[in-house]
């Protein structure tokens, strides 16, 4: 195997829950909500690596801690910069080695328009990057914006390059954010949930160009997503994330045909059968429990048709089951 562009080992991200005033009087001790929680895995260059899983599994906080927008816990972010020309954990880097590093690392965030400033034109939000990192500006800065915005499918960019957020649709502020994201020749994107609040058919056409640009630029993509779906056409290989936990992981197609996990099995039975063109039958299951304080046992026992005793005790570790594929079930751990 080639040597990974990224390595994220045990990372962990508690948000500290605020207490009442009578809570801090009695001396009641400060719950956490665990939203990524010991989480361990590899990112290979010009991969596209995807994280699934449903609301609050905490997938978009991961995203944001691979790139240094929020600090972890603990644990290590491991990169490969080229840029730096080393290698760095971008859990401890110095603010002013990471925005350095943020010509490498990008993200594409799911609301467009809120990643928009409403005040600023199309074309001046795009370029912004170029002159914090002092790259170009004036004519120069135009015609780099210009570029990216044709290969986005911002056509023609003189068209758009003096506009505000408003006067678009919600399709062409996304080919904005990821014109943003290009614009210093990024090697690694985060895309949270890209497509989420667009229409199926934009969707396709985002999807179609995301995929595009990673053969023309030689990306690598980390692909946050709830479709499970979506995930399988596009991504090599998948993380299942359920209450901060990975807890199924391995090549795309592996995990669709033969799904480990009894959570991963929950997914796969909301996907819409293509041959039928009918919903599927999903057997009701109770809600998640909260991710606040501790969990005792395995965080799906309380909506798994499978539990065992063991998994209302303790909690089951990742285990390899197959050459790669990777699952946290009791009922593959040999004891």
């Not at 290698?87 to 928009?116: C, G, H, M, N």
């Not at 904005?176 to 210093?184: D, F, G, S, T």
């Not at 991710?291 to 799906?300: A, D, N, S, V």
């Amino acid at each position: 195997m080639p040597e990974p562009i990224l390595h994220v080992q045990d990372l962990k991200k508690y948000f500290p829950v605020e207490r009442s005033l009578i809570d801090r009087l009695l001396g009641k001790s400060r719950l956490y909500v665990k939203a990524v929680d010991d989480v361990s895995f590899e990112v290979y260059e010009n991969e596209i690596f995807g994280i699934v899983g449903e609301s609050g599994c905490g997938k978009s906080t991961l995203g944001r801690l691979i790139i240094g927008l929020i600090r972890p816990t603990s644990g290590s972010i491991i990169y490969r910069s080229s840029l730096l020309k080393r290698t760095v954990d971008i859990a401890k880097l110095r603010e002013k080695e990471l925005r350095v590093l943020r010509r490498e690392l990008q993200i594409i965030f799911q609301d467009p328009y809120s990643a928009l400033n409403p005040k600023m034109k199309i074309g001046d939000f795009i370029g912004h990057p170029l002159e914090i990192h002092g790259i170009a500006k004036g004519e120069e800065k135009r015609e780099l914006v210009m570029k990216i915005m044709e290969k986005v499918g911002l056509v023609p960019p003189e068209e758009y390059y003096d506009r505000y957020p408003r006067e678009l649709s919600g399709g062409q502020r996304q080919r904005v954010v990821i014109a943003r994201a290009l614009i210093l020749n990024p090697r690694l994107i985060v895309a949270d949930e890209p497509t989420s609040n667009l229409d199926v058919s934009i969707q396709a056409r985002i999807i179609a160009l995301l995929l595009r640009l990673r053969d023309e630029m030689k990306l690598t993509y980390i692909f946050i997503t709830h479709s499970i779906a979506l995930a399988q056409n596009i991504c090599n290989r998948i993380a299942v994330m359920y209450l901060g936990k990975i807890v199924e992981l391995g090549d795309s197609q592996a995990i669709i045909d033969e799904p480990l996990h009894p959570y991963t099995r929950l997914l796969m039975s909301s996907v819409i059968d293509p041959d039928t063109c009918k919903l599927p039958r999903v057997r009701e299951v109770s809600e998640p429990p909260s991710p606040i304080g501790e969990i005792k046992g395995c965080r799906f026992a309380s909506r798994c048709p499978e539990k065992l005793d063991i998994c209302l005790k303790e909690e089951p570790p990742l285990v390899e089951v197959y050459l790669g594929h990777y699952v946290r079930c009791w009922h593959y751990v040999r004891r």
